[in-house]
T-cell receptor, first 112, second 117 residues
Framework: GAVVSQHPSRVICKSGTSVKIECRSLDFQATTMFWYRQFPKQSLMLMATSNEGSKATYEQGVEKDKFLINHASLTLSTLTVTSAHPEDSSFYICSAHGYEQYFGPGTRLTVT | AQTVTQSQPEMSVQEAETVTLSCTYDTSESDYYLFWYKQPPSRQMILVIR??????QNATENRFSVNFQKAAKSFSLKISDSQLGDAAMYFC??????????????FGKGTKLTVNP
């Protein structure tokens, strides 16, 4: 089946710094990728839809200047959390649309 | 806006028995897809089963089957011969059926399934 990777799988950063998370479709091209956030014991919350070559579409309530999304190629989308704060600590999951949506393994972000 | 409701936060089942997880959804659209995803402790999302709304026949994947009631907007998942490896969070999801299928997924809050040996 189709594979989506995320890097890094875990990251710890200091408050005020920025961190970049990569989402790659390894064996297919994805014009559309999605970024989700998941708090412990909760469901996935869609943050934004990332379309190759165009600006991302953010869900209501998601700060686009804080969560920068770039989808520069058909196999790579990146999420940059700028000026991270402890409340940004969460599990971030990406998915890429091929025949269906394929999910990455997630990235656990801890902001200290 | 489309919504997905899972009314059972937790369920448990004995190994080898059958369990049914409930899901209802609300939409005014006629063309859409419904999914059940499994999220084990590793947190990797795994597609369990998919149902196209235009298909009357209920989808089946080995021990997993659905009861799709379009008029009632109900989409339950039945797991037969439950195994210890079935223990996980299960999420019901809705997707608008626009051409290409690249629409976003709307998830329910999930049901935590415990399988007792």
């Amino acid at each position: 089946g189709a594979v989506v990777s995320q890097h890094p799988s875990r990251v710890i950063c200091k408050s005020g710094t920025s961190v970049k998370i990569e989402c790659r479709s390894l064996d297919f091209q994805a014009t559309t990728m999605f970024w989700y956030r998941q708090f412990p014991k909760q469901s996935l919350m869609l943050m934004a839809t990332s379309n190759e070559g165009s600006k991302a579409t953010y869900e209501q309530g998601v700060e686009k200047d804080k969560f920068l999304i770039n989808h520069a190629s058909l196999t790579l989308s990146t999420l940059t959390v700028t000026s991270a704060h402890p409340e940004d600590s969460s599990f971030y999951i990406c998915s890429a649309h091929g025949y269906e949506q394929y999910f990455g393994p997630g990235t656990r972000l801890t902001v200290t | 806006a489309q919504t997905v409701t899972q009314s059972q936060p937790e369920m448990s089942v004995q190994e080898a028995e059958t369990v049914t997880l409930s899901c209802t959804y609300d939409t005014s659209e006629s063309d859409y897809y419904l999914f059940w995803y499994k999220q084990p402790p590793s947190r990797q999302m795994i597609l369990v089963i998919r149902q196209e709304a235009y298909k009357q026949q209920n989808a089946t994947e080995n021990r997993f089957s659905v009861n799709f009631q379009k008029a009632a907007k109900s989409f339950s998942l039945k797991i037969s011969d439950s195994q210890l490896g079935d223990a996980a969070m299960y999420f019901c999801a809705y997707q608008l059926g626009i051409a290409g299928g690249s629409e976003k997924l709307v998830f329910g809050k999930g049901t935590k399934l415990t399988v007792n040996p």
